[in-house]
């Protein structure tokens, strides 16, 4: 079994929280190996070993702890089997390249979700959007090389919320990265909405021309200075697009976070659509269609 050296002077992000993405996809037999796998006992300083490998970016914590059971991590030349096991930051720790192979394999899906089906489980007779990815669903941009649809989807799991009222990209994912990288504690990445609005003034609702008669110190508020329950929210970008409708950009997820900040400067949310996750857009993808990943595509 070979083992794939990782460089100890690798970006280490702050304090992590771990990603569920659900069970990895890919074999779930040990290989045959010629290494004997060497328990460590586990000490109270250091850090831990998943812990460690999830803050390099090798996996989730959920990965780690399957992967060191299964013999495929060293540390220091050591094959690691004991799950607890603490080591030093300065370590060297080493992948097996079957662990390397199962995680290519995990899936990682683009939806366009309609009106009407919830991001995570069903709940109130209404469906889940998992339930959209299906290989009749399964669409292609014009002029890429034909790929085959996948036919395994266990374990998939929504990377982020967009509500029942709401359409657009969600995305769902098997890999407990992607997880991370886009819900995780510490996440950095843009999230983009347009928003069609309209807004009560005097007792009536304008629906045209809303910018016009919007305040522009309302305006400033969605940007920066309104707080959601009893915590303030991180600066947004809030611009108009047309008469009545806007373009947030959020480097959060607060639950029903755009709805909540309209009504709080009197505006009524009309129609709701996510178009872009990172560098990762919507673009002229079905509403209840799915699409894979693009080669080079990542968030």
């Given at each position: 079994?070979?083992?794939t050296?990782?460089?100890?002077?690798?970006?280490?992000?702050g304090?992590?929280?771990?990603?569920r993405?659900?069970?990895?996809?890919?074999?779930?037999?040990?290989?045959?190996?010629?290494?004997?796998?060497?328990?460590?006992?586990?000490?109270?300083?250091?850090?831990?070993?998943?812990?460690?490998?999830?803050?390099?970016?090798?996996?989730?914590?959920?990965e780690?702890?399957?992967?060191?059971?299964?013999?495929?991590?060293?540390?220091?030349?050591?094959?690691?089997?004991?799950?607890?096991?603490?080591?030093?930051?300065s370590?060297?720790?080493?992948?097996a390249?079957?662990?390397?192979?199962q995680q290519?394999?995990?899936?990682?899906?683009?939806?366009?979700?309609?009106?009407?089906?919830?991001?995570?489980?069903?709940e109130?007779?209404?469906?889940?959007?998992?339930?959209?990815?299906?290989?009749?669903r399964?669409?292609?941009?014009?002029?890429?090389?034909?790929?085959?649809?996948p036919?395994?989807?266990?374990?998939?799991?929504?990377?982020?919320?967009?509500?029942?009222?709401?359409?657009?990209l969600?995305?769902?994912?098997?890999?407990g990265r992607v997880?991370?990288?886009?819900?995780?504690?510490?996440s950095?990445?843009?999230?983009?909405?347009?928003?069609?609005?309209?807004?009560?003034?005097?007792?009536?609702?304008?629906?045209q021309?809303?910018?016009?008669?919007?305040?522009?110190a309302?305006?400033?508020?969605?940007?920066?200075?309104l707080?959601?329950?009893?915590?303030?929210?991180?600066?947004?970008?809030?611009?108009?697009?047309?008469?009545?409708?806007?373009?947030?950009?959020?480097?959060?997820?607060?639950?029903?976070?755009?709805?909540?900040m309209c009504?709080?400067?009197?505006?009524?949310?009309?129609?709701?659509?996510?178009?872009?996750?990172?560098?990762?857009?919507?673009?002229?993808l079905?509403?209840?269609?799915?699409?894979?990943?693009r080669?080079?595509?990542?968030?």
């Open positions: 079994m070979s083992f050296r990782i460089k100890r002077d690798a970006a280490v992000p304090k992590t929280a771990a990603c993405a659900g069970k990895p996809a890919g074999p779930q037999n040990r290989p045959a190996s010629s290494a004997q796998s060497t328990p460590s006992t586990p000490s109270s300083d250091g850090v831990r070993l998943s812990k460690r490998m999830a803050e390099l970016g090798l996996c989730s914590r959920r780690a702890d399957e992967w060191i059971a299964k013999g495929w991590v060293k540390v220091d030349g050591k094959v690691i089997s004991e799950l607890g096991t603490r080591i030093q930051p370590a060297r720790i080493e992948v390249g079957v662990a390397k192979r290519q394999a995990l899936l990682t899906v683009l939806i366009h979700k309609p009106v009407g089906y919830v991001s995570g489980q069903a109130d007779g209404y469906k889940p959007a998992w339930m959209l990815v299906t290989p009749d399964f669409w292609q941009p014009p002029g890429e090389a034909p790929r085959q649809a036919v395994k989807f266990h374990g998939l799991a929504p990377a982020g919320r967009l509500d029942i009222d709401s359409t657009g969600l995305v769902m994912t098997q890999d997880a991370k990288t886009l819900i995780g504690e510490h950095e990445v843009e999230k983009e909405y347009l928003v069609r609005v309209s807004y009560a003034v005097g007792g009536k609702a304008v629906e021309g809303v910018d016009k008669a919007f305040p522009a309302k305006l400033a508020m969605l940007r920066h200075g707080s959601l329950d009893g915590v303030a929210l991180r600066p947004a970008k809030v611009d108009w697009q047309n008469g009545e409708q806007l373009r947030f950009i959020l480097k959060e997820g607060r639950n029903r976070q755009i709805r909540r009504e709080a400067v009197d505006l009524k949310v009309v129609g709701l659509k996510r178009v872009r996750i990172s560098k990762v857009a919507l673009g002229a079905p509403p209840g269609k799915w699409r894979l990943l080669e080079g595509e990542a968030f």
